[in-house]
């Protein structure tokens, strides 16, 4: 299957997994670029001493290439950059933020940068000071989606940009796949499909559990962390959502676990929060209490108590296979899609992006 992302990443199939921060560790990473996508490992705001090593386990693991997300706005999130920068890491994601100086730094290197996107603006600002490709996420995506659709935003970016845009959000087989390449993207990005999966590092309860949810199960608000977020609908974040007050005196003593976690002393990262003003300091709170209800899917997999970021394609989750099994799974689809698509649509149609005219073997590794 050849697209603009696959030439662009020198990879077999124009499938990557989202870097999910505290989701997509090295073994995910490694499993999808075994697989023929690209692997992309989520930094989130790890210590940047966790990062570096994760980077060095991915390489350990595989030798295909590989990428590495950094939120430039999280604790930690600038420095994980220039972490990722330092290892010379082969495509670098960053969200959150301006990248233009990654940008100059990965280019010396041979590197390449995607930025995160939700919306027109930051696509154009991201071509703009050099990406190499963005990644989109429609409102349907998990976590910080925008408010445009898939559907939409895909076929207006793929008119405006000059480099490749990689759809996410709504996105979790094959016809997804083919749909995605025929609005225009290059490849797509995957984050509930790939946590759904047994290299997934989720309790196994909260697997089982998005196994049994459908498309609608999921909840979109800005209560979880102060930004506009999408989360698996549990009773956590029913909870959270809906509740009048925070729990202070519960917050406060967690900020301790956050700060050691974040390898921050936690007289910094209190003066640094309270320095930003009240709603910034409403919105830290909110993601100390979101982070330590994610760490319960990950330990006892408390279905009450814990809460993970999901999308709307968590209702099209139907298994949990190994990461091959479900990249080869992805594949067949997908040539079947267009094989029955060229039966019913004999006649090309002319003009559109020229990421949307992909040439699928016939054949592919078993």
Known sequence: MNTSITELFGIQYPIL???????????????VSNAGGLGVYGAGSNPPEVTRAAIREIRSLTDKPFGANAPLALPNGMANAKVLLEEKVPVINYSMGKGDWIVKAAHAYGGKVVASVNDVKLALRAEAHGCDAVIA???????????????????????????????????????GLVAALALGAGGVSMGTRFWTTQE??????????????????????DRFDGIPCRQMKTAAAERMVNAKMLNVLEIFLNSFTIAKELNIPWLKLATSTLSMGPRHVESMMRMSQMLKMHGLTMSSGDLDKGMTASGQSVGLVHDLPSIAQLMQAIIAEAE???????????????GGSADSRVHMSSQHQA
């Open 137 to 175: 996420a429609g409102h349907e995506a998990a976590g910080h989606a925008g408010e445009v659709t898939t559907f939409v935003l895909i076929p207006r970016l793929a008119e405006l940009l000059k480099i490749p845009v990689i759809a996410a959000g709504g996105v979790a087989n094959g016809a």
């Open 336 to 350: 079947a899609v267009q094989r029955r698509l060229a039966g019913q649509v004999p006649t090309p149609v002319q």
């Open 200 to 221: 997934g590092p989720m309790h196994e309860n909260f697997k089982n559990k998005a196994v049994e949810l459908d498309v609608q199960d999921t909840i979109f608000s």
């Open 17 to 31: 997994n989202a870097g999910m921060g505290r989701v997509a560790f090295p073994n995910m990473v490694a499993a």
